[in-house]
């Protein structure tokens, strides 16, 4: 059977504890200062560690364990993202926790489910869609300018 990176805890004890601290926000500096570290030197020394390829292992091991106990995955985020942004645009009506709908008089006096248009979490909602099926693929230019007689010439006064 073959083992995964990141899967044996730490030597360090103070390093395994950062990373179990660092799951907790995501937050280098605070899970530095959890794990023992000074909060003047928490920053600095904890932003070197945290770059350190067997830190990034054990951190990304934790993740997808704690990932797989609570179900998450790409596919429970987009339909959570889905759900939000048809909610949001009222395409969904609001409900309570147990998932009934909630209802509100309508402006002619009769009963009816509420919708509430909630602009910002419809476009940040199909913000993140969209980027997760690469339609807003940022594109870059580069321009590069090479005098190639002189990258010759240097070669060959090279050899």
């Known amino acids: 059977m073959t083992k995964h990176a990141g899967a044996?805890?730490?030597?360090?004890?103070?390093?395994?504890?950062?990373?179990?601290?660092?799951?907790?926000?995501?937050?280098?500096?605070?899970?530095?200062?959890?794990?023992g570290y000074s909060t003047k030197s928490a920053k600095q020394h904890c932003s070197k560690l945290f770059a350190k390829?067997?830190?990034?292992?054990?951190?990304?091991?934790?993740?997808?364990?704690?990932?797989?106990?609570?179900?998450?995955?790409?596919?429970?985020?987009?339909?959570n993202l889905k759900s939000i942004a048809e909610r949001c645009m009222q395409a969904e009506a609001v409900t309570d926790r147990e998932g009934n709908p909630v209802y509100i008089?309508?402006?002619?006096g009769q009963i009816q489910p509420a919708y509430v248009f909630k602009e910002q979490g419809?476009?940040?909602a199909?913000?993140?869609?969209?980027?997760?099926?690469?339609?807003?693929?940022e594109k870059k230019?580069?321009?590069?300018?090479?005098?190639?007689?002189?990258?010759?010439?240097?070669?060959?006064?090279e050899e």
């Open 126 to 137: 199909n913000e993140l869609i969209g980027k997760h099926i690469g339609m807003f693929v």
């Open 53 to 79: 390829p067997e830190i990034q292992e054990r951190i990304a091991y934790l993740k997808e364990i704690r990932m797989n106990e609570l179900g998450l995955d790409a596919y429970y985020v987009l339909k």
């Open 8 to 35: 044996d805890s730490l030597k360090d004890d103070r390093h395994e504890l950062f990373c179990q601290e660092y799951l907790k926000d995501l937050n280098i500096t605070q899970a530095g200062i959890r794990a």
């Open 105 to 108: 008089e309508g402006p002619d």
């Open 141 to 157: 230019k580069i321009n590069v300018e090479v005098d190639l007689m002189s990258e010759l010439i240097d070669e060959l006064s």
């Open 122 to 124: 419809a476009t940040k």
